[in-house]
């Protein structure tokens, strides 16, 4: 006799403004707690206008233009803000994660540059998003929203087409079935990156921007999830833009191929 569980896969993306400040990231617990009643995949992007920043330093950086310090320091003082305020315990193992995380930024760019712009780029670039999850999932952990933080540029592989990194599909959906749902099954609850993936040298790649959306597309349709949510600040997913056009339509229902193109 069969015996089926009732569980179900469903994958929710937190954008840039939905993770940026303390408090942002306070409402994601809540989110998380009312809504996270299956097996969830939470895909964030990189907090605030983060990514903007970095892309700030690897210019200054690359072209030599000076500031390179200024631009990191505002990145960092920006996270430790909101570190201060999510971890009032000055011990947690989260500031030196972070600090850590900084320390490797400051090292690549005291070098000069050793390859293509595009490549320094997703290397720099892609640590908003490592900083974002490594910060929200040790939140969420300490406020008993039990999960597990993985690095998916062990999930998503590209080829090396950086800054629009081409996903690899078979390969990744491999890795969905032997590396993350084993882990979803143990914890429930896993937290990643949107935006970034990795090559089969162990380079860091990223899908474009605003690729975050894709990410979430991609892992849904890899785990054959029931849903994918992308919580944000608009009534629903529009056709367009509306930052930047007018007369957007809402779309009230898509295939996960659609989302895909779409969000692509
Ligand atoms: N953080 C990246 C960006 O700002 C990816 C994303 O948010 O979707 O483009
Ligand atoms: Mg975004």
Sequence with gaps: MAIFTASFMQVFKFGGASVKDANAVKNVAEVLKKFATGETIVVISAMGKTTNGLEELVNAYFNKTGGTESVLRKIKEYHFTIIKELFPVKNHSIYNDVENTFVEINWMIEEEPVSNYNQVYDQIVSVGELLSTKIISAYLNETGIKNKWMDARGIIQTD???????VDYE?????????????????KIVVTQGFIGGTSENFTTTLGREGSDYTAALLAYFTNAESVTIWKDVPGVLNADPKW???TKKIDELTYHEAIEFTY
């Design 160 to 166: 090396n087409t950086y800054r629009e990194g081409k």
């Design 171 to 187: 390969l990744s959906e491999e890795l969905v079935k032997t590396q993350l749902l084993p882990a979803i099954k143990q914890n």
């Design 245 to 247: 056009f007018k007369n």
